[in-house]
């Protein structure tokens, strides 16, 4: 599979990048759970077409002090990490604001989409835990 492109939402506007990030550096892991990812949420996830982008958002909160996202990175299956620092925070139905961005995935089959925030903290880089869901792209 190759993803070569990603669409990352705005509110009125849709900005087109190109994910050429082969080699993703490596950050620390999060102390003490700065930002923790409870869920990754793709809407239609069983239902998706090749070729065709799907929003994809994440349930975050930060216990302690206010960090600040740099980046949202995902797998699909062990293909990754591919990582945007293009992203829109989005009101959900459940009140929150959440991480979100549009992904392309170009060749149909069922991917484990896994998904991790990389975040500054008290002038450090870290990686927040890891969430997955399962895609149906068809």
Avoid at 30 to 44: D, E, P, R, W
Avoid at 90 to 109: E, F, I, R, S, Y
Avoid at 114 to 136: D, I, L, P
Wanted: proline share 6%.
């Amino acid at each position: 599979m190759r993803i070569v492109k990603v669409l990352a939402g705005c509110a009125l506007a849709v900005g087109l990048i190109v994910g050429l990030t082969a080699n993703a550096p490596t950050f620390a892991a999060a102390q003490g759970g700065q930002l923790i990812i409870s869920k990754l949420l793709v809407a239609n996830r069983s239902h998706l077409k090749a070729n065709v982008p799907y929003e994809a958002s994440m349930n975050i909160r930060t216990p302690g002090p206010p960090v600040s996202l740099q980046k949202l990175c995902f797998f699909w299956n062990t293909e990754g990490p591919i990582c945007f620092s293009n992203f829109a925070m989005k009101n959900g139905a459940d009140g929150g604001v959440h991480p979100t961005v549009q992904l392309h995935t170009g060749t149909p089959g069922t991917y484990k989409l896994t998904a991790f925030v990389v975040f500054a903290f008290q002038g450090a880089t870290y990686e927040s835990n890891k969430t997955s869901t399962n895609v149906a792209v068809h």
